[in-house]
C-alpha cells in the first residue's frame, strides 16, 4: 500500500509538472518597416521600393522610396489586422464605389508575403 501511494504521488508529481505548451503570441508588428524593390529609376539610375511602414496596431503607411529613402509620391493609409502568421489588409477603393480591396497575406521573422511580392524586415 505505501509503494502503491509513493508511486501514484511520483506520477501525480511528473504530471503536474508538465506544462502545455502553448502557442506563443503573435509578435507586434508595430513600428517594423518592410521593402520589397520594385523599379529601377531611369532619372537616377537608383533602386526604388515599396515599404510597408507599421505606423500603429491598425495602420500601415504604404508608400515608395528611392534607396537613398527619398519618397516618391504620397504615402496611403492602410488598414490592418494581424493574427500570426495571417496579415489581411483592407485598401480604400478610390476608383469606384464597388467598395474596398481586402487581402490576405503571410507574416514570417523576415519577410511578409503580400501584394504579390514578399517585403523584407529592415
Known amino acids: ?3 502503491l501511494l509513493i508511486v501514484s504521488i511520483v506520477i ?10 502553448e502557442p506563443t503570441p503573435a509578435k507586434s508588428l508595430v513600428g517594423t518597416r518592410w521593402s520589397s524593390f520594385n523599379y529601377k529609376s531611369v532619372v537616377d539610375n537608383s533602386n526604388v521600393y515599396k ?9 500601415i503607411e504604404y ?23 495571417t496579415l489581411t ?5 478610390t476608383v469606384n464605389s464597388n467598395g ?8 514570417s521573422d523576415t519577410f511578409i508575403n ?3 511580392a514578399d517585403y523584407s524586415k529592415e
Request: glycine share 4%; charged share 25%; with cysteine.
Open 63 to 85: 508608400y515608395s522610396a528611392s534607396e537613398k529613402t527619398k519618397i516618391i509620391g504620397s504615402k496611403e493609409i492602410i488598414t490592418y489586422t494581424y493574427s500570426h502568421p
Open 89 to 93: 489588409v483592407v485598401r480604400k477603393n
Open 51 to 59: 515599404i510597408l511602414y507599421f505606423k500603429n496596431e491598425t495602420e
Open 1 to 3: 500500500m505505501k509503494k
Open 100 to 107: 474596398d480591396f481586402t487581402i490576405v497575406g503571410t507574416v
Open 12 to 21: 501525480l508529481f511528473t504530471l503536474s509538472s508538465c506544462k502545455k505548451d
Open 114 to 116: 503580400i501584394f504579390s
